[in-house]
Structure formats: C-alpha cells, structure tokens
C-alpha cells in the first residue's frame, strides 16, 4: 500500500527567507503526489500536485515542489517565506489506479517568523 | 473541479447518540472517501464507497460504527454510532473526479462528544 513520510515534525523559518518542507514515499508503480494545506480551523487546501511530466511543479501561493523518483521525495518549496504561509502542511500519495486511495503524511507544522 | 457540500459543519452530541454526517458533489464520481482527522494529527482514512456495493473499512473501523451509504454518484452519508468521547474529531468526505488525479475535499464536520 502507498504510504508517505514527513520527517519534520515542525519547521521554523524567518520571513524572507527560502522554506523546504520534506516529504518521502512509497508506492507500486507510479505515483500522484499531492501537498494540501491546512490554516486553524480551516479545511484542506490544494496547493499543488505531481501526475507526470516535468519534475518541478509549481503550485499555488508561489509554493513550488521537486519530484525526484530516485530518492523517492517530493519536497514542497517557496524561495521567500511569508508570515501567512504558517500552517500545517500535508503531503499525500494515491496510486494511479482509479479506486486508489489517497495517503496522508504526518503533516508539518510550518511557523514563519517576522 | 468538483465541489462538495459538507454538512453539518460542526456538531456537539452526547455520548450514546448518533450523528449523520452528509456530502453532496456538484458532479458525478466513482469513488468517495471518508477520512477522520483527530486533534493535531494527520487525516486517517475511514472507508471507500462505491456506489452500489458495500462501502470498504480500513483496518480499526467497523461498518457498526461508521456505517457509510452511497444511494448514487454525488452523494454518500458517513454515520459515527453510539458515539463516545474518543470520538471527537474532524471528518471529511472527499472524492476524486473523473480526469483531475487529486482529490476534492469537503470542508469538514468538527463533531465533539461530550
């Protein structure tokens, strides 16, 4: 079954400042790879996903993320930091097949400092 | 993408009693998925419906417990029975549409068990 690790139980970044939030997976075949958001007291967000082409995607709110099938990652990054980017960060997985469920990682709480 | 109408949003019940939580997709999908998300924790998958046959349960959730409808293609019923305490939490219902490769979320009930 498909599974996803988010090392990172929080990170902290200054605003202005470059963030990588960390995801790693596992799954039969190829992957779809999502990042959804979540703000206090707020449903799930979509920010940005992988189905297939170029590695690097770029997502909402200028987040951008880097599939690498070698290392099985697909860390989420923004070159610039902004106070309203803190929030709980989830990386997901589903296989391809249609009825394929979609796996959720720990989630990452990411705090960005003025 | 497909938009889904969760209701309630939140709910306060009593312990024993039993609370139907309700998701509409504005457009037709194979499979919805239910998913329960404890305080501070990632989201869990519940179960698979597919309409017309019996919804799945992932290992630790019983259908006596969650039972789960999908009378057809845009809408399912999640059901927490004879609930207790432990039962606190926000669940979602989601799906993926035909085409889109992720994953439509509703907005989330927050039920608390008191």
């Known amino acids: 079954a498909q599974s996803v690790a988010q090392p990172e139980d929080q990170v902290n970044v200054a605003e202005g400042n470059p963030l990588t939030v960390k995801c790693t997976y596992s799954?039969?075949?190829?992957?779809?790879l999502f990042w959804y958001v979540q703000y206090p007291n707020r449903g799930l967000q979509f920010l940005l996903k992988?189905?297939?082409?170029?590695?690097l995607v770029k997502g909402s709110y200028g987040f951008e993320a880097e599939f690498n099938k070698s290392q099985t990652s697909f860390h989420l990054k923004k070159p610039s930091a902004l106070v309203s980017d803190s929030a709980l960060y989830f990386c997901a997985v589903r296989g391809t097949s249609y009825n394929n469920d979609m796996r959720f990682g720990a989630g990452t709480r990411l705090t960005v400092k003025p | 993408s497909a938009v889904i109408s969760q209701k309630p949003s939140r709910d306060i019940c009593q312990r024993g009693t039993s609370l139907t939580i309700q998701c509409q997709v504005d457009?037709?999908?194979?499979?919805m998925f239910w998913y329960r998300q404890q305080p501070g924790q990632s989201l869990t998958l519940i179960a698979t419906a597919n309409q017309g046959s019996e919804a799945t349960y992932e290992s630790g959730f019983v259908i006596d417990k969650f039972p789960i409808s999908r009378p057809n293609l845009t809408f399912s019923t999640l059901t927490v029975s004879n609930m207790s305490p432990e039962d606190s939490s926000i669940y979602l219902c989601?799906?993926?549409?035909?085409?889109?490769?992720?994953?439509?979320f509703g907005s989330g009930t927050r039920l608390t068990v008191v």
């Open positions: 989601s799906a993926s549409p035909r085409g889109h490769g992720g994953y439509t």
């Open positions: 992988y189905i297939t082409g170029d590695n």
């Open positions: 457009s037709q999908v194979t499979m």
């Open positions: 799954v039969s075949g190829n992957p779809y």
